[in-house]
């Protein structure tokens, strides 16, 4: 079985200031870990993924996410936060076990980002 | 918080048959629907965008005659595998909006023999 837990539902920071935004995971296998962003009116857009490599990962837009197996933790965090970053941010896992077929994807809640001048 | 189901979470099928996977929002009306594949190993593609009343806006590469969307009430919107061959097995996932708010079906997992 596995589960995400977003911690914070709202998240709130000022223009140019630092991102955290929180995800713990539990999941019975070496998962793949993902960090998605939708802005209003607009799809999923990947940010980044974890699947084994670097525990530290590089996104996009300045984006970065560390897997810290012993925490079971995969927080995305950025260092100065700009208004268009305001939006609802997803963490996934996957079970990297299952082959074929597609892999079952469980979603967090989500976290929405509130950037403020 | 509002939920989104969608049925079934798991299928298997022949060749050549047809699937269709629903998209549900139980307690609340969604304007907006969005369905996505995984292919193994890999993340999410957006395949479509399913608007309440009117035609789906399909991504790039996505066949619309062969993944037929329909979106005839706020708050279903179905997904129809045509002619579904091997190739086509992935798993499925939908989400609905409300609000500025964005909320995940269960996925569907669909394998074709």
């Known amino acids: 079985a596995q589960s995400v837990t977003q911690l914070d539902s709202h998240v709130s920071v000022s223009e140019g200031t630092p991102v955290l935004l929180r995800c713990n995971y539990s999941?019975?296998?070496?998962?793949?870990l993902f960090w998605y962003v939708q802005h209003p009116n607009k799809g999923l857009q990947l940010l980044l993924k974890?699947?084994?490599?670097?525990?530290l990962v590089k996104g996009i837009n300045g984006f970065e996410a560390e897997f810290k197996k012993s925490e079971t933790s995969f927080h995305l965090t950025k260092p100065s936060a700009h208004m268009s970053d305001a939006a609802e941010y997803f963490c996934?896992?996957?079970?990297?076990?299952?082959?074929?077929?597609?892999?079952?994807?469980?979603f967090g809640t989500g976290t929405q980002l509130k950037v403020e001048l | 918080g509002a939920v989104v189901s969608q049925h079934p979470s798991w299928v298997i099928c022949k060749s050549g048959t047809s699937v269709k996977i629903e998209c549900r929002s139980l307690?609340?009306?969604?304007?907006?629907m969005f369905w996505y594949r995984q292919f193994p190993k890999q993340s999410l593609m957006l395949m479509a965008t399913?608007?309440?009343?009117?035609?789906?806006?399909?991504e790039q590469g996505v066949e619309k005659d062969k993944f037929l969307i329909n979106h005839a009430s706020l708050t279903l919107s179905t997904l129809t595998v045509t002619s579904a061959h091997p190739e086509d097995s992935s798993f499925y996932i939908c989400?609905?909006?409300?609000?500025?708010?964005?909320?995940f079906g269960q996925g569907t997992r669909l394998t074709v023999v």
């Open positions: 989400s609905a909006e409300t609000g500025a708010r964005a909320f």
């Open positions: 999941s019975s296998y070496s998962p793949s």
């Open positions: 974890y699947t084994s490599a670097a525990t």
């Open positions: 996934v896992v996957s079970d990297r076990r299952l082959t074929g077929g597609g892999n079952k994807l469980t």
């Open positions: 307690d609340f009306q969604a304007t907006t």
């Open positions: 399913s608007n309440e009343g009117s035609k789906a806006t399909y």
